[in-house]
């Protein structure tokens, strides 16, 4: 009995500390003790939600692991036997507070379902030892008004398979009136359908005497694009490949469940999109290579390196020779750039995607056959001075376009009077690369302008940022390619909602308009991993969601209101591992779960995560 009063005494005084703001963390014995918030480090991916208001204002909980490490650093600094003593028993006294702990509360228990802990060198505690710290947490809470909950991370060891024990203080009339406690537990992977719970045995579970006043909510996502839960199903944990890649899901939220797994109906879908240009499958790959051309030749003029690229055209003629057929053809009179034939058959820049100007002026067609057939920076010189000795012969006089700025349209309307004041001499060292940056700004700028007011996806004014700000002649070469990677992600964006998702227009105009208003942002102007947020009409969303298999199925049931006749109940399954820190079972010569086929012919597994949460009373 003395022995037990230590360890609660002590354990008091680890609490004070974290109550008083002296700690972020602390040793207790073998226990590693840390303040966290939403999201407990970035890495665990653990989302906690509290029971109480005060903890909501903060958000914060103290996660509880076992660090051996720790204690024994913690025993060379200062020895001190409040913080660190015997071993943890794993008997405990209080049986009624044993008792309750596989009932548990939180005030949403599908966030912490919906995230997954990710591989780290977590510690998990067994059961036993977790059910002595609620004992602990609950003397505790008996004699101080501590606010902070706590969740103490299991080894899924017991035949419950327990990975998590959370638990916060219920707050009532400005004391504490009992525990809420949250038991998640987690399983898998299933080998048949008689292993998935049934809806009316998790009803029972939340209500048992009043099945009928249970409420049931369901949540589905669905991957469309990126990481194919078909196709990775049946990679081990921590073999999934990492790349940059377009990614689609949709979730699906809606109420009155009847069946596990069964297909959402008269369902709210949200779709989030993660637009990555450089996939060669999409329909704006080859417009991307283009501005990736763009992004090179700017490097190249800070840098003064550039890497060049094998030249995209399949002409075997010299860079001169199709010089001098570009300028032949103008002194003839032709205005209207000739199309390969093969460009009209690949160009993704058709339909509905982009169209291939024919209006290109000189200065564009320039760019086009400089960016497609130049191999070394000296074709760029002796092409920007050949130009410019036809000019001042007089004998080339070319249109350009009259809102086209750049120095190189400057000199050719000079030109148009004998007025041309540029010498040879002025057109040395990164000049040349300079003026090609110019003319490539300015021939990317008025595809994005045609394409979207083409499209009556925006206003001019929305895309005045991008392409003719006020203060343009302020901004560097570098900052207007910028501008323009920001206006092509734009771009992919809608490529994925026309393409992958057929989206309405309407709401193709949205997401082009949230797109254009992020990128504008100062603080968001070079994040391109950012992952976009619509609500879209069910009917677009039917052919994914009564088709595809979802990566993660959840429903909840909830009885009662706040208080001790809440009790709330969470049943989700998925496809991944939810949990890194905690064993699965093998498949045992099983490849197919559930006798489902993915929807290219892959085979998957299924894992099953069950929360329990409900009020405790201890005093």
Known sequence: MRRQQQRIQSFNEVLSRFSSKDVLSAIFEDFKLE??????????????????QASKSTKEFILIQKNEILRNQENNVNGNNSIRTESVSSSVNDS??????????????SEVLEADIVESDMRPVSIDQARSLMFLYSQYLRKIMFETPICIVCDGRDPEKTCLIEASPV??????????????TSSGPLHTKTDLMKMDQLIMMTS??????????????YVILGKSSMADMSILPGQQQQCDTTTVNLDCSWEDIKNVLETPHGANCTVHIKAVPGNMNSSGHRVFCELNTLVGFAAGAIS???????????????????????????????????LEENEHKDSPLKGN????????????????????????????????????????????QPMVHSSNCTTLAKHIRASYHQNMTLGMKDVEGLEPLRMLIEIGVEKLKRDYLAFFIGQELTTLDKLQWYVSPPNASDLTLEELVRRLQSLHQVVELYAVGTNSLHLPHKTKWTLVRCGLNYYENPQSRHDDDHTFTIQVERAAMLRFYSSFHPSVWRVEAKH???????????????????????????????????????IDGDQFVLYQTLATSSQITVF
């Open 353 to 396: 995607q982009i169209p291939e100007r024919d209006d290109l002026d000189f200065t564009e067609r320039l760019w086009v056959l400089l960016k497609d057939n130049a191999r070394c920076y000296n074709d760029i010189v002796s092409t920007i001075k050949t130009v410019l000795g036809e000019l001042q012969s007089g004998q080339l």
């Open 560 to 598: 009662g209101s706040t208080g001790v006749d809440m009790k709330r109940t969470v049943y989700q399954v998925t496809v991944d591992r939810p949990f890194q820190h905690i064993s699965y079972d093998q498949m045992n010569g099983h490849t197919n779960a559930l006798d489902q086929t993915g």
């Open 171 to 184: 707050i009532k009339d400005s004391s504490i009136a009992g525990i809420m406690v949250t038991t998640i």
């Open 208 to 221: 048992p005497t009043a099945a009928s006043q249970c409420v049931t909510s369901g949540f589905a996502k």
């Open 304 to 338: 003064g390196q550039i890497q060049w690229i094998n030249p995209t055209s399949s002409s075997t003629s010299s860079i001169a020779t199709l010089l001098a057929e570009l300028i032949e053809s103008v002194k003839q009179g032709e205005k209207k750039r000739i």
């Open 96 to 109: 009624t507070l044993n008792d309750s702990v596989p009932g548990i509360k939180v005030d949403d228990l």
């Open 35 to 52: 303040i966290s918030t939403n999201h407990p480090a970035k890495e665990l991916g653990l989302k906690y939600c509290h029971g109480n």
